[in-house]
């Protein structure tokens, strides 16, 4: 069982940048491989980046390469998402998820949290 819980979501001008977070309460956070997908309105969740279990090795979708940095701290059970120079189309509720085992770019993650709104202005 895990509870997600993401924050550093808002309102940023295009060209900025916002770091999310997310908790992770966990027995064991460093089994989990995690994610991060964001949902746009009226479009279907999509992949954004993925770390491993130990944070050696991380994935993204070609839309973020560049721009965004997944990382972890598996003492403080956190995963963040680090996102420079933000473009408009990158406004969407982002979410975290952890998988036991390996990460993978699709949703069939084990547990997600609630989402947290980001708004790109251009």
């Known amino acids: 069982q895990a509870l997600l819980e993401e924050s550093g979501g808002g309102l940023v001008q295009a060209g900025g940048s916002l770091r999310l977070s997310c908790v992770v309460s966990?027995?064991?956070?460093?089994?989990?491989?995690m994610g991060w997908f964001r949902q746009a309105p009226g479009k279907e969740r999509e992949f954004v980046a993925a770390i491993s279990r130990s944070g050696g090795s991380t994935d993204c979708s070609e839309s973020v390469k560049g721009r965004f940095t997944i990382s972890r701290d598996n003492a403080k059970n956190t995963v963040y998402l680090q996102m420079n120079s933000l473009k408009p189309e990158d406004t969407a509720v982002y979410y975290c998820?952890?998988?036991?085992?390996?990460?993978?770019?699709?949703?069939?993650?084990?547990?997600w949290g609630q989402g947290t709104p980001v708004t790109v202005s251009s």
């Open positions: 998820a952890a998988r036991a085992g390996s990460y993978i770019r699709n949703p069939q993650y084990d547990y």
């Open positions: 966990a027995r064991a956070f460093g089994a989990y491989a």
